[in-house]
């Protein structure tokens, strides 16, 4: 079992940036597709950024395309969320996700087995 914890967030102001990580443990996740998804008060959790196992591919949902960049440090054991052009919109909590599977990259939240506890994140007007 693999073992994530988020960092980064916080409150900045609209227009601003952040940087999100995520560090894992127990196990690697090298050979994992990886993912972070938010969920904001009153809603669904939803897809971000995903990235592939081999770092080679990267997506993102359309709301957040040319915003944010997901990379991923496969001798650290980490992953990482740069967000930029903040909106209030983008408040949320936000979590790091592990594929369940090694050398898969699906993307949908059933395809993610083990989840951090997510850091907040909000963005003032």
């Known amino acids: 079992q693999v073992q994530l914890v988020e960092s980064g967030g916080g409150l900045v102001q609209a227009g601003g940036s952040l940087r999100l990580s995520c560090a894992a443990s127990g196990r690697t996740v090298s050979r994992c597709a990886m993912g972070w998804f938010r969920q904001a008060p009153g809603k669904e959790r939803e897809f971000v950024a995903g990235?592939?196992?081999?770092?080679?591919?990267?997506y993102y949902a359309d709301h957040v395309k040319g915003r944010f960049t997901i990379s991923r440090d496969n001798a650290k054991n980490t992953v990482s969320l740069q967000m930029s052009s903040l909106k209030p919109e983008d408040t949320a909590v936000y979590y790091c996700?592990?594929?369940?599977?090694?050398?898969?990259?699906?993307?949908?939240?059933?395809?993610?087995?083990?989840w951090g506890q997510g850091t907040q994140v909000t963005v003032s007007s």
């Open positions: 990235i592939s196992w081999s770092g080679g591919r990267t």
């Open positions: 996700a592990a594929h369940k599977y090694y050398y898969v990259d699906s993307f949908a939240e059933a395809d993610f087995g083990s």
